[in-house]
């Protein structure tokens, strides 16, 4: 399968066809919002932490390493609060919200958050042609109730279908352009974001919010994950490190609202950073199996993406890696970037790179947008924040000679005269 995207975002305003992020919200492990979000960023903490009884029985079904029926790790990053919902405010009854999946309870509260950090009211966007494209890979939910039993198959089961996680916020808020869900497993948020960008694009909406959603509520993929190796022992995403063994999964629920930059700036609203460009491409055959990734399909779409961003590869910053902690991808992400945003780079300014994983661990689907939104950030505070758990650097990649860093503490963007320019890469699979 091997989708990739790659995104390009500056600081301020470029040409005609980008796209300005004017508002934006989540709810992250440690965090309720953007601003709380940078504070975990910039400080440097760990919000990962135990599993949480009322997920499943994390220590009974701990075993480490690749053990049939078993988990390899007793953490990952977990959202407080998943069951606050104001039914009343959102129009159902308590008995319905005790019955609808809580990420689309999440969802509605962040896209309310989201619009209202945009600035939009919703009352005049109803009836408008808005579109919702929704990042998601889980119905945990519907299926824990079909794993009760036959007689669990009821018809309020309809409401917890993935297809109504953008159309529950369509329907609330009157928004009568696209509504889709999108599925590219970890890269799933960001391809909803670039499908958004092409739909504003083409004049088809006005208006985009795009939102990833991940609540993992059974051990199922976890246990799956661990026998392909993929689950790190610990519990943290080490991206980069000697000792990266896998990811750590984690909740999060992420809105940004977007609009054409002209638009934005026509009508005042707050800029809060510019998408310049975007690529989606697939590894093909240059890989050897479909879960394996490919240094040519990075590099292919790396180019891809900066040519549609009329932007030198050389120009950027910082970059928000896919950055999970697997052994394989790690190094092939590093060198892809290196080989292609290192060319003709000054010797005395290395691409910096990080992962927000190393934070709050691998939130799947919602991974790529949660990755923007810190992107956002960067270019608003003009810094970037260390990637955690690497301090002894993977072997794998040619230090040496690629133009790479990941910051070990928090670093300034460097002032060069011009607006700071960022990207954010994502792949799936693998994980």
């Known amino acids: 399968m091997g989708v990739h995207e790659r995104f390009v975002a500056r600081g301020t305003a470029a040409d005609v066809r980008s796209v300005a992020v004017i508002g934006m919200a989540c709810r992250v492990p440690g965090a ?70 809580p990420q689309q309870r999440l969802l509605l509260m962040t896209a309310w958050e989201a619009l209202e950090d945009a600035g939009q009211r919703p009352d005049l966007l109803a009836g408008s042609r808005t579109g919702v494209f929704v990042g998601s890979s889980r119905a945990d939910y519907l299926e824990n109730a079909f794993q009760q039993g036959l007689k669990a198959a009821t018809a309020a089961q309809f409401n917890n279908v993935r297809s109504l996680l953008p159309a529950r916020v369509s329907h609330f808020f009157d928004l009568r352009g696209p509504s889709v869900v999108v599925e590219t497993a970890c890269s799933s948020s960001l391809v909803a974001v670039h499908q958004a960008v092409q739909s504003l694009r083409a004049g088809e909406s006005p208006l985009a919010l795009v939102a990833g959603v991940n609540l993992p509520l059974r051990p199922h993929e976890g246990v799956m994950m661990s026998q392909a190796g993929g689950m790190a022992r610990d519990g943290r995403s080490k991206f980069g490190a000697a000792h990266a063994d896998g990811h750590s999964p984690s909740d999060a629920v992420s809105v940004v609202v977007l609009k054409p930059l002209a638009a934005a700036l026509a009508d005042g609203d707050r800029v809060r950073a510019v998408i310049a460009g975007s690529a989606i491409g697939n590894d093909g055959r240059t890989s050897d199996t479909v879960l394996n990734p490919s240094l040519t399909g990075q590099r292919e779409v790396l180019g891809w993406a900066y040519a549609d961003a009329a932007i030198d590869p050389s120009d950027v910053d910082y970059v928000e890696a896919h950055g999970s902690g697997s052994p394989l991808l790690d190094p092939l992400e590093l060198t892809a970037l290196g080989q292609v945003l290192g060319a003709g780079r000054a010797a005395d300014r290395p691409l910096l790179v990080g992962s927000v994983k ?35 650097p993977n072997p794998a990649v040619a230090w040496d000679e690629l133009p790479l860093e990941i910051p070990a503490g928090l670093r300034e963007l460097p002032e060069l005269g011009r607006p700071a320019v960022a990207g954010f890469p994502r792949r799936a699979p693998p994980r």
């Open 358 to 392: 190393s934070n709050i661990g691998h939130a799947e689907a919602a991974a790529g947008l949660t990755g923007l939104i810190k992107v956002v950030l960067c270019l608003e505070h003009g810094q970037i924040p260390a990637s955690l758990h690497a301090a002894t």
């Open 32 to 101: 309720t919002g953007p601003d709380e979000l940078w504070e975990l960023l910039s400080t440097g903490v760990d919000a990962t932490g135990a599993t949480p009884p009322e997920r499943y029985d994390a220590d009974a079904l701990h075993a480490p390493g690749a053990v049939p029926g078993k988990i390899a790790a007793r953490r990952g990053g977990y959202v407080d609060g998943v069951a606050d919902f104001d039914a009343e405010f959102f129009g159902m009854s308590a008995a319905e919200a005790v019955e609808l999946d």
